[in-house]
């Protein structure tokens, strides 16, 4: 591996909220990790459920939280801040929740997989066709990003198989067709990597639920590209405080 190229920190299913399961100290902890690495992430993707329950107090709240973190962030939203409502207080507060922004040689689409107070996920022909569009104007050397909380292949350890996205095999060809290098999801609070051609899925477990699987524990995945086209992802363990290595692909990224 050569130099590196783009830091990704990858947190997810925060749950922040003043009335919900949100385990404050554990958010602050990956906060104060997130802001000590070096170098400093390139940028901080939350893969959605930033709140816990979509109400005002849980957004007022979780503005002061991301504040905390010191390098860019962008937020997909999640099942969880769409309850109660909550889409009209994340579009206002938070920001638009379909966008996409460059990162150096990467550019990022945000996809908005929920649906208003429902679990379920989809991303529908609209976003689907809008993405193409977008992926197909895109320059051969960049590194492509979608962003969307709900999982789009099923996840070990998490219960019975519910809640992929209703159309996630069209999405998976779109994936494959546009190449892709990255897929990163949230929503089932487990970590998981795997790589389907040269697209890399990226699952991230819970940054501070209390909702926790097993003695998994809470996390946040940090991403490493490098000028070569390699990939490393690990796990920073919060609760065990360890780095767990996940996975390491050779010529994944446009170089």
Known sequence: MTDLALRIAQISDTHISRYGQFVEKMFDIAAREINRLKPQPDVVVHSGDLTDIGVLADYELAVEKMKLLKAKAVIAPGNHDERNYGQSLFKE??????????????????????????????????????????????????????????????????????????????????????????????????????RIDNTVLVNAGTTSSARTRGRLGYSFNLIDIFEDGAVQVVERNLTQRKTIPIAKYERSCPT
């Open 93 to 194: 507060i938070i920001g638009p929740m379909d966008y996409e922004v460059k990162v150096g040689k990467a550019v990022v689409f945000i996809s908005n997989s929920p649906q208003p107070d429902r679990d379920d996920g989809r991303l529908g022909r609209r976003r689907q066709d809008y993405l193409e569009e977008k992926l197909r104007a895109l320059p051969s050397d960049t590194i492509k990003i979608l962003v969307f909380h709900h999982h789009l292949v099923p996840v070990p350890y998490s219960g019975r198989e519910a809640n992929l996205l209703e159309d996630a095999g069209d999405i998976l060809e779109m994936v494959l067709k546009h190449k892709i290098n990255f897929v990163l999801m949230g929503h089932r609070h487990v970590t998981r990597v795997m």
